[in-house]
């Protein structure tokens, strides 16, 4: 056979097969590359009689189902084909006998990607479809591991019975460690200032403005009253009712001494993880999953082991509650990592423009958590073709795809969701970084004093580092510290007055900060935890990390003190 009958065979399988692969019509298209070739009756005769041998070849199977109807129908059509009786097919329809052939016929297929990938059609592109069936894996790519994905679960009620009884919803702090954690005396001493308080909302919500007040009140009062084990030094997480907390360590981890503020706190799933792998998403999948089992968990907040929060804990609950999105970069912009897509992870619902970049340390809201939860497909993409590896021997990446950073933004955008991030956030913990490093610096003891923790709550930047709305962090502060009242005013002699204030008064957090604003802090190291903690336990230094009476309780100085005042003239630290 001669090469232009050759070639001419190879291009009506290719205008034959192509629509099938493609979804669309590509006759127009092909018509630049056969024109300059010689006139072919055969050529003709092929793309019209359907009964061709080649065309059977195509279509041979139970894998490809048509109407016969005419060519111009086939976009119609359904169809499918798999890549060996694709590549069959070609190599009947032209089985070059030089080296010239061969050259030919392969420039010739490459146009035909070529023009298919410019076309873009509604359906998996041929570039797509070719690549999946050569999907095998690339050179330093690590073994995929396909991770237990297990079915969303909501319990009956809270395993707070206190906080159920009054209808508090609670922010899940969600620490993804690799262990012990570094600040373990100073978040006890956070949480103690959680303990003995609830929500102004609440009680309006529940004791005062609802049906049934006097019953309600009995039935919380004996719900939250406190029982054998509640003055134990490690059950002061237990003592309060705004937050829950969860902790994901390495399955080699052996878990907390009976002592630790932390015990009990593991979740029942955990893997292995390291900097860059996809794990790190299977990880917090499943400090999600157990999270989401609280019904009162309404807002979900992703920490580290060297995370340290920038406010009290009642400004941070207010601030929280009081948004209304997720602190997730869902929007389209330069900053996006676009050479990190992979045209494989392409489905039925996931496309290019949908591919999105967005800090690990984030906060979610409980439907955005119920939607990760949900997802499989998009996942499972992420887990087979975002990963990362560095080649030693030439000093360059295999490949650099962080999971961490664009799977759960670019799963709202998927889900047609990407209004309900936001777009100017750069998460929701404050790092600073030095030249090009791949981590932020650590926070040494030596740098470690109030006027970091004043740099970090003002600092705002967006997603293209610019300032924004300025944070006014002491107005939100003292805002949210009004907006609390003692749980035994609630329930005792007290609650009548206090439903009547609030009757006059509604409790409302009306000055809540931008969600640029930063809430966390890292990376504080484990060297830094005693100085961590004094910083914490200045009372009166200006940035109230604590709530006083518990600052003064602990041992905590009085830095707006006289003798505060006169050593603050000397020197950085008030106290």
């Not at 899940?172 to 978040?187: C, I, R, S, V």
């Not at 303990?195 to 039935?219: D, F, R, W």
């Not at 490093?437 to 740098?447: I, L, Y």
């Not at 510290?481 to 749980?487: C, N, P």
Request: one cysteine or more.
């Amino acid at each position: 056979m001669r090469l232009r009958d050759r070639l001419s065979n190879f291009l009506g399988f290719s205008r034959q097969c192509l629509p099938f692969i493609q979804g669309g019509d590509y006759r127009g298209d092909l018509n630049g590359v056969y024109s300059r070739l010689p006139r072919n009756e055969s050529l003709n005769t092929f793309c019209s009689n359907p009964s061709s041998n080649l065309l059977r070849s195509c279509s041979s199977g139970d894998e490809y189902q048509t109407n016969n109807s005419s060519s111009s129908s086939t976009s119609s059509t359904k169809r499918k084909l798999s890549s060996r009786r694709l590549f069959n097919g070609i190599t009947r329809a032209a089985r070059p006998s030089s080296r010239r052939e061969q050259l030919l016929l392969v420039v010739v297929f490459i146009c035909i990607l070529q023009m298919a990938w410019m076309r873009q059609a509604q359906s998996k592109s041929l570039l797509v479809w070719v690549r999946d069936s050569l999907d095998r894996p690339e050179p330093g790519q690590p073994p995929v591991r396909t991770a237990y994905l297990p079915a969303t679960e909501v319990l009956p009620s809270s395993p707070d019975p206190c906080a159920q009884a009054l209808g508090i919803k609670k922010v899940a702090l969600m620490f993804l460690t690799t262990g012990d954690l570094y600040h373990e005396q100073t978040w006890r001493l956070w949480f103690k200032s959680a303990v003995n308080v609830i929500p102004a909302q609440s009680m309006a919500t529940s004791l005062c403005h609802a049906e049934g007040a006097s019953a309600k009140l009995m039935e919380a009062t004996a719900a939250c009253r406190p029982g054998p084990n509640a003055n134990q030094t490690n059950n002061i997480i237990a003592q309060q009712h705004i937050f829950s907390v969860y902790i994901h360590a390495p399955p080699s981890f052996r878990g907390y001494d009976f002592e630790s503020l932390w015990a009990g706190k593991l979740v029942r799933h955990r893997v292995k993880t390291s900097w860059g792998a996809h794990t790190l998403v299977e990880a917090t999948r499943h400090l999600l999953w157990e999270a989401f089992r609280d019904p009162l968990n309404t807002r979900f907040l992703l920490l580290s082991e060297s995370d340290i929060p920038l406010y009290d804990p009642l400004t941070l609950w207010q601030q929280l509650q009081s948004e209304t999105k997720s602190r997730l970069d869902t929007c389209k912009h330069q900053e996006t990592s676009p050479w990190r897509w992979d045209p494989r992870m392409e489905t039925a619902n996931l496309r290019f423009h949908h591919w999105r970049k967005s800090p690990q340390w984030m906060t979610m809201t409980r439907d955005h958590v119920e939607l990760v939860l949900a997802d499989k497909e998009v996942y499972r993409k992420f887990e087979r073709h975002c990963w990362s590896s560095w080649d030693d021997k030439h000093g360059r990446w295999h490949r650099d795809c962080f999971s961490d950073e664009h799977y759960f933004a670019t799963l709202l955008a998927a889900e047609g969701r990407d209004d309900e991030g936001v777009c100017a956030a750069r998460g929701v913990s404050y790092t600073e970084w030095e030249g090009n490093s791949a981590h932020p610096k650590e926070f040494g003891p030596q740098v470690i004093d109030v006027e970091l923790f004043r740099r970090a709550r003002a600092a705002p930047l967006s997603a293209t580092h610019q300032p924004t709305t300025a944070c006014d962090w002491m107005a939100a502060q003292q805002a949210a510290l009004a907006l609390f009242v003692s749980k035994d005013q609630a329930l005792g002699a007290q609650s009548v007055d206090l439903c009547g204030r609030m009757w006059r008064h509604p409790p409302t957090f009306k000055a809540r900060l931008p969600e640029t604003c930063f809430l966390t802090a890292r990376k504080f190291p484990y060297q830094s935890r005693n100085r961590v903690r004094t910083v914490f336990l200045q009372c009166g230094n200006g940035i109230e990390l604590l709530r006083q009476e518990v600052c003064m309780a602990e041992g905590g100085q009085r830095c707006d003190s006289v003798w505060g005042k006169v050593k603050g003239l000397f020197s950085r630290d008030p106290c």
